[in-house]
């Protein structure tokens, strides 16, 4: 009889999240939803019951908390005794957007830095949005993956997926010497990157951000992500038994997105479903856009 498998996915209870537990559930994995908001966790299961799936279960987790991490570690560690996926989905966009302006201007097809001056009603981004944005997509995403790492390190076929954004593609980035560094994956280190992102969050308080190469557009959210591809490389190399990748899911009509793009939800979970249920001899340290790999400095799509 073929062993369970177990996964965890962060932020969980809707869009992408939901349908990346679904997709797994179908799969016949047994899937660990997890969601700050107890209440909205426990309906999502609801409805993924009501569905006939039955192999998922509820955690409430904050990424941000190390209390509630801590809990999550050790309900796996009682309860199924290894983690075989880890699918960090949880994410912030650090920006405010004027959705009726946002919408009509194309949503995020206008956020590039050619377009800055013509933003100013469109999006905000202040300060105090674009660092919790990087505590929660790096920082946090950071904590809860070396948090559950020795539960990975039990299972015979253990996964990371990292979902990312096309917003991370070293193209943002104007800065070509920090470019090839962060591009450099055999001399880049963890703490390297931490000098990077507080480099970052400086020039951005200063208001120096094009003079040092920044994006200049979502900001935050592209910094934030482009680190967060870099540690998936970092942790590939560092763990060469676990699959460790990250995916772009697409320009999905979500929340995160005020509800604008090309893709469904379902349709952007295929390629994190995908990434987590890869054969052992699968590719590790990728860039994968939607199911294609790709490219973490250059991209033709979103």
């Known amino acids: 009889m073929e062993e369970k498998r177990y996964a965890v996915v962060t932020g969980g209870n809707k869009g992408i999240g939901f349908e990346i537990c679904r997709q797994l559930a179908s799969n016949g994995i047994e899937v660990i939803l997890t969601a700050r908001n107890e209440s909205r966790g426990l309906e999502a299961i609801k409805k993924l019951n009501v569905s006939g799936l039955s192999n998922v279960v509820f955690h409430q987790l904050d990424i941000k908390d190390p209390t509630s991490i801590t809990r999550l570690a050790n309900f796996i560690e009682t309860h199924f005794r290894k983690l075989d996926i880890l699918i960090n989905n949880a ?27 013509l933003l100013t009603n469109v999006v905000e981004e202040p300060y105090e949005l674009g660092e919790q944005c990087l505590n929660t997509n790096y920082y946090a995403t950071k904590k809860i993956t070396e948090s559950l790492i020795p539960l990975l390190q039990l299972s015979e076929s253990p996964r990371i997926v990292n979902v990312t954004s096309i917003y991370g593609n070293l193209h943002w980035f104007h800065n070509e010497k920090l470019k090839e560094e962060l591009e450099d994956i055999e001399n880049l280190t963890e703490e390297r990157i ?50 460790v990748n990250c995916v772009h899911p697409g320009y999905c009509v979500t929340d995160i997105t005020s509800h604008t793009g090309f893709l469904t939800a379902e349709e952007g979970a295929k390629g994190p479903v995908m990434a987590a249920l890869l054969p052992d001899d699968g590719p590790s340290g990728v860039f994968f856009n939607k199911m294609q790999m790709a490219s973490f400095s250059s991209f033709d799509a979103y």
Request: hydrophobic share 45%.
């Open 91 to 117: 994410a912030e966009i650090g920006i405010v957007m004027h959705e009726e302006e946002f919408r009509a201007g194309g949503g995020f097809l206008q956020m590039i830095d050619e377009n800055v001056h």
């Open 194 to 243: 931490d000098e990077i992102i507080q480099w970052f969050l400086r020039d951005f308080k200063a208001a120096k951000l094009k003079e040092n190469g920044w994006p200049l557009t979502s900001s935050a959210y592209k910094v934030s992500k482009a680190a967060l591809n870099a540690y998936t490389r970092l942790m590939a190399k560092k763990f060469q038994n676990i699959r």
